[in-house]
């Protein structure tokens, strides 16, 4: 049921956005696992690129397997020629570090990083057949379910193929109830879990921004080279450090659903061979804002504990 207003602002929440990194990457790399750890990108499919025979129409039909038949450049060699100057969907981050963002297509990419390995979506019926990223993406689902709901009932919405919204205050409740806070605040900590606040702010601004002071949306929407794994910063390390009285109890809910999103993440990083970041608040709203900070494979929460007190 609806709680009052008034009653929904005494009733913190914890909610996490749990988004797997460079999705597409990862499932191609999952079959193929020679494209671990270079620079990759994924190609939507040519519409306008015919079936390969000399004047037929249509599209190819390109199964998921084998995953060497969809790779469209490799090694500075074109193999696919009708697919090289399709639309990239996603960019490894070997690959972003290189120049290479989700705004180029193949061939603009491959002249900003030769040695960039470009591989097509699978093809079924003339259109992307995303069997295959549907298939990884509800395994993901199913391992955050299992272990986000090891402690108490949780609420999952998935967000799209690759990204979903977790209601942890029942589970991060009973943590707190039979953990000392203590104990939560450490796993917060070992896990590296950032905490946001103004060096987060002041970096994204600077990245982002143009002549005229305004952020430029590209640097948000296309990921940047920014996005790499950092260690938390001292401001971070002081806030999981702190003595217990300064603990408020909405905060120690913060860090119970903390620890039990890195126990998530790592199980899906063990089974899958994904990582995934993470951003845990008091909304999705919020959850949103911090999970897209700190990526690949790192999590963060906000340093104001007053935000638990925002109503979704």
């Known amino acids: 049921c609806q709680l009052p207003r008034t009653e929904m602002s005494r009733t913190p929440r914890v909610v996490a956005l749990i988004d797997m990194d460079c999705f597409y990457c990862a499932c191609e790399r999952a079959l193929d696992k020679d494209l671990v750890g270079i620079p990759l990108a994924v190609l939507q499919y040519n519409p306008f690129a015919g079936d390969g025979k000399p004047g037929a129409g249509g599209v190819a039909s390109i199964p998921p397997e084998p995953a060497s038949a969809r790779v469209v450049a490799r090694g500075g060699k074109v193999l696919i020629p009708s697919a090289v100057n399709g639309s990239i969907i996603a960019v490894s981050y070997e690959a ?59 609420s999952i919405e998935k967000a799209s193929v690759d990204e979903m919204y977790v209601d942890l205050t029942a589970p991060a409740r009973a943590r707190l109830a039979s953990e000392s806070h203590a104990a939560l605040f450490g796993e917060g900590a070992a896990a590296g879990t950032h905490v946001a606040g103004a060096a987060e702010g002041a970096d994204e601004a600077g990245r982002g921004a143009q002549p005229t002071g305004v952020l430029a949306r590209n640097s948000f929407r296309a990921g940047h080279a920014g996005q790499i794994v950092k260690p938390m910063d001292a401001a971070s390390e002081q806030w999981w450090c702190r003595s217990p009285p300064e603990w408020p109890e909405e905060e120690a809910l913060f860090a119970a659903g903390a620890a039990i999103v890195c126990r998530a993440r790592a199980e899906v990083t063990r089974r899958l061979g994904f990582t995934c970041s993470a951003g845990i608040a008091a909304n999705k709203l919020l959850a949103k804002l911090c999970g897209g900070l700190h990526k690949p494979d790192q999590q963060t929460v906000p340093r104001d504990h007053s935000l638990l007190m925002i109503s979704a």
């Not at 180029?104 to 069997?131: I, N, Q």
């Open 96 to 154: 972003r570090a290189k120049g290479v963002t989700r705004f180029f297509r193949g061939r603009e990419a491959l002249s900003v990083c030769p040695e960039l390995v470009l591989v097509v979506v699978p093809t079924a019926h003339g259109k992307s057949d995303m069997g295959l990223y549907r298939g990884y993406g509800a395994q993901t689902l199913k391992i955050i379910s299992e272990v986000c709901g090891q402690h108490g009932p949780i």
